[in-house]
């Protein structure tokens, strides 16, 4: 079982051999967490994602899809059907709400080895998913958050995380989005 301060290594180690201009030149740049999406799904290897807003473009979607093996499977939440052009079949799609609907989906949540929740930034959202779902999450599910500093709320919300609930955290900013990014493992 690795502890987060390993995994924390092995991306700051592997991250700069991740290349995206096979998807799309400018997501190689700094200040984007696409490429930390691709490492984590190369090297940590986790067999059920579960990604929270992907976004109009699903960016985050094809870059994880896109680094995929084949025993990976990705379940994607987002409003907005938005994947059309994402033809895998280990990327199943839901437009449904996953806290409204948690019964649906207790099975993947308490398989799930990797989170990725990129919502609405307010903070409060944030808490009303980690409340519903990680008592459902198994020890040493990795969750990654995006855009930790992007508000005051989303501060609130990263500075309160591990004490609301048992997990070690720790921001990876540098490796991540602009607006902060931050990993943590359940305990």
Aim: proline content about 2%; some cysteine.
């Amino acid at each position: 079982m690795r502890d987060l301060k390993e995994i924390v290594s092995i991306l700051e180690k592997n991250y700069k051999k991740i290349n995206l201009r096979r998807i799309n030149s400018w997501m190689n740049k700094s200040g984007e967490h696409y490429k930390l999406l691709a490492c984590i799904v190369k090297h940590i290897k986790p067999k059920i994602i579960i990604e929270l807003g992907s976004g109009k473009e699903a960016f985050s979607s094809t870059v994880i899809a896109n680094y995929c093996n084949g025993d990976q499977i990705i379940y994607s939440f987002d409003i907005i059907h938005n994947l059309a052009h994402l033809n895998k079949e280990n990327l199943i799609y839901s437009t449904d709400d996953i806290v409204e609907n948690i019964d649906k989906y207790q099975y993947i949540l308490l398989n799930a080895e990797f989170i990725f929740i990129d919502t609405e930034h307010t903070g409060d959202q944030e808490t009303q998913i980690m409340r519903s779902l990680f008592p459902l999450l198994r020890k040493n599910t990795l969750l990654m958050f995006d855009d930790i500093h992007l508000n005051q709320a989303m501060k609130n919300f990263w500075n309160g995380l591990d004490k609301h609930f048992y997990l070690d955290k720790q921001d990876i900013t540098p490796l991540g989005h602009w607006s902060g990014t931050g990993v943590a493992l359940k305990k």
